[in-house]
């Protein structure tokens, strides 16, 4: 949730190379259960089961979709075309929530260590890919040394042509306007609405060739999956080095 991020963030120190994603989610959990109210606690857990028991009615992309053309937003304010990351082949874009969500700074370290190696070296271009406006997006990418690109969806134009937004449910609105939160430093638009964790790999002509949803941010994709969607199944960081 917004503005819960300081301790947790600090727990990322405790992830191990070697650790899958949803282990190191798992301890952050067992911590939330320890430190966290119970207020707060229901309100996220509530959040996030309401979608996932809503995510098998909800209409997305899927394979074999071909997506409109559309651009997405550097650190400097340059354009960046879905057709532009696939020039040369395939490309992979993991959507993320925001730059301060604990989540967030879990996952995208972890592919930093599991993924974007192998992705370097077998020439796919990887970017993370978020609603937030910049600067505050950067944020993220600074904090961690991630060694891929973070760049601005304007205004959930891709995330909504994905069908992969979610909006907030009143009690996780009224917590989050509660610390000082606002939907514009978000997503630089008036809804209080986000990208739902998703990885999207998109080949050339903007075919969609894989896409993993995760509506619970707390369970995402594990790289092995990446990798075998991308035919690299047998690849890892130790082929990469």
Known sequence: ?????GHLLGLL??????SSLQSR???VEAERRRTWSTEALAVNIAQREALVRAQPE?????????????VLLNAEGATISLDDLTSSGPAVLVFFRFAGCPACNIALPYYAETLAPVL?????????????????LDSIR?????????????ELTLSRDLGITYL????????AISKGGRSEALNGTSSWELPKPTVLV???????SFIDISPDWMRRTETPAILKALGLENRSVSHAA
Do not use: C, W
């Open 1 to 5: 949730m917004v503005g819960q991020s």
């Open 13 to 18: 120190s405790m992830s191990t190379f070697s």
């Open 25 to 27: 989610y798992e301890a």
């Open 58 to 70: 909800t209409e997305h992309v899927k394979a074999g979709d071909i997506l409109l053309p559309h």
């Open 120 to 136: 370097k070296a077998t020439g796919i271009p990887f970017v993370a890919v978020s609603s937030q406006p910049f600067p505050e």
């Open 142 to 154: 600074t904090r961690n040394d991630l060694p891929f690109l973070v760049l601005n969806d304007p």
């Open 168 to 175: 907030f449910d009143e009690a996780a609105r009224e917590a």
């Open 202 to 208: 998109l080949n050339p002509g903007r075919a969609v």
